[in-house]
T-cell receptor, first 114, second 111 residues
């Protein structure tokens, strides 16, 4: 399967712990996006990369959140000192090119903070 | 970002056409109209997008009003696999192409 993959698919952690999620986009895609989705809501944009450069961050992305895409391929999203409000599905998407192209989403990582 | 308004839910019967409406009265001249859908326990998937003219692809058709203040996603023959949340999203021609999702329309397909 050459789609977007995310790891882990599920993560349960205790409040205050750090967690890191990984996203592997479709190999030739230069754009990578992170979204967060809570129950009953549509996904909310968090941040996006073009190649290795992080070009936009949402105000939703507090100082506890950091994202990287070190070689313009896979990306990681780290949440430090998790809070119960961080419980959500974290979705990664990728797309190709410099103009609009459809975004391909991964299956998401479901985070539960106890 | 310009807003869209969609019904919270709609119901259809299998093998019948489905028309999913979306209002976007504040759309700007450069906004594209995108449709994505999200099947249960999956990430969203692209359905179709357009600017001014009606569009067709293998999944659906997009009918855009002449004044562009509304659009309709048409599924020609609904199947049980089409049961999903359908999102109508406006995206500008800017450089980032982030998607601003609303709550979407939950489509139920009855056998």
């Amino acid at each position: 399967d050459t789609g977007v993959s995310q790891d882990p698919r599920h993560k349960i952690t205790k409040r205050g712990q750090n967690v890191t999620f990984r996203c592997d986009p479709i190999s030739e895609h230069n754009r990578l996006y992170w979204y967060r989705q809570t129950l009953g809501q549509g996904p909310e944009f968090l941040t996006y990369f073009q190649n290795e450069a992080q070009l936009e961050k949402s105000r939703l992305l507090s100082d506890r959140f950091s994202a990287e895409r070190p070689k313009g391929s896979f990306s990681t999203l780290e949440i430090q000192r998790t809070e119960q409000g961080d419980s959500a599905m974290y979705l990664c998407a990728s797309s190709l090119g410099d103009s609009y192209n459809e975004q391909f989403f991964g299956p998401g990582t479901r985070l539960t903070v106890l | 970002d310009a807003k869209t308004t969609q019904p919270n839910s709609m119901e259809s019967n299998e093998e019948e056409p489905v028309h999913l409406p979306c209002n976007h009265s504040t759309i700007s001249g450069t906004d594209y109209i995108h449709w994505y859908r999200q099947l249960p326990s999956q990430g969203p998937e692209y359905v179709i997008h357009g600017l001014t003219s009606n569009v067709n692809n293998r999944m659906a058709s997009l009918a855009i009003a002449e004044d562009r203040k509304s659009s309709t996603l048409i599924l020609h023959r609904a199947t049980l696999r089409d049961a999903a949340v359908y999102y109508c999203i406006l995206g500008s021609g800017g450089s980032n192409y982030k998607l601003t999702f609303g709550k979407g329309t939950l489509l139920t397909v009855n056998p």
